[in-house]
């Protein structure tokens, strides 16, 4: 599919890798609305205040695209949040409020705005030459293959997520949608500013090559190549420079 002229919504687009790829998307010539919960939109763009966790802030955000652009063509589905915690220790049980917030921004919230967006791109009308309707890309991570102590409630949001990419892309074939999904390793964003150098070093020397934290234009540039390629479909693609971390850190120790 080709962005231009499209209408594109990216969820959690006000910031890290979200506003990376809006911003490329609007570069390429797609009509962009960001989904966040605050923040400014980049560059200008277009923005509506949403609350992913709730169906009816999630219906009324798309509803305002669609009565501002008619359709929606590609979705990425980005938004989300960090978190760590055990399970349980010998004080006691995890903070299970803690998990249950991470599994409904990371995974229903994701759930829900494919749901929304997913019914409205089944009226578009076919484009290109293979008659596609709509692009939808789930922000998945390094985690969905395998999470380090600590990350049980981010490792099943995102895990469950990229597992659903394959299901909601069969689901919506037959409306001619592609579901993809992106699977970032460490990336250099505002999510993961605050963690000393040290911790970063201990991540990242785990990688293959190269040995540095991913950028945001990386992702966009990815998200790109996705949307423009149509035999991309049901899949997820590691963009983690072939790292496969450990199963603790000094970090995760405390």
Not at 23 to 29: Q, T
Not at 71 to 86: F, S
Not at 146 to 153: I, S
Request: aromatic share 6%; hydrophobic share 45%; net charge negative.
């Amino acid at each position: 599919m080709d962005p231009a002229g499209k209408v594109a919504v990216v969820t959690g687009g006000n910031s890290g890798l979200g506003e990376a790829a809006a911003l490329r998307l609007a570069a390429v010539g797609a009509m962009v609305v960001t989904l966040d919960r605050d923040g400014n939109a980049p560059g200008g763009l277009k923005t509506i205040t949403c609350d992913v966790t709730s169906e009816a802030s999630v219906s009324d955000a798309v509803e305002q695209v669609i009565d501002r652009y008619g359709r929606i063509d590609i979705l990425l589905n980005n938004a989300g949040i960090g978190g760590i915690g055990p399970i349980a220790t010998a004080d006691g049980p995890g903070d299970l409020a803690s998990f249950r917030q991470i599994i409904e921004v990371n995974l229903l919230g994701a759930a829900t705005v494919a749901a929304k967006v997913g019914h409205r791109m089944t009226t578009n009308e076919p484009s290109g030459p293979d008659g596609e309707r709509g692009v939808i890309i789930n922000t998945c991570s390094i985690a969905s293959f395998g999470g380090q102590e600590g990350m049980g409630a981010y490792t099943a949001a995102k895990s469950a997520l990229a597992a659903l990419t394959l299901v909601w892309a069969r689901d919506l074939s037959q409306y001619n949608i592609r579901v993809m999904g992106i699977a970032p390793g460490f990336m250099a964003t505002p999510m993961v500013s605050f963690l000393p150098d040290s911790f970063v070093d201990e991540l990242l020397k785990d990688a293959e090559f190269p040995k540095r934290a991913g950028r945001a234009d990386e992702f966009a540039e990815l998200a790109e190549f996705i949307i423009r390629t149509p035999l991309m479909n049901g899949d997820v693609i590691r963009l983690d420079a072939g790292t496969r971390p450990p199963a603790r850190t000094q970090w995760s120790q405390g």
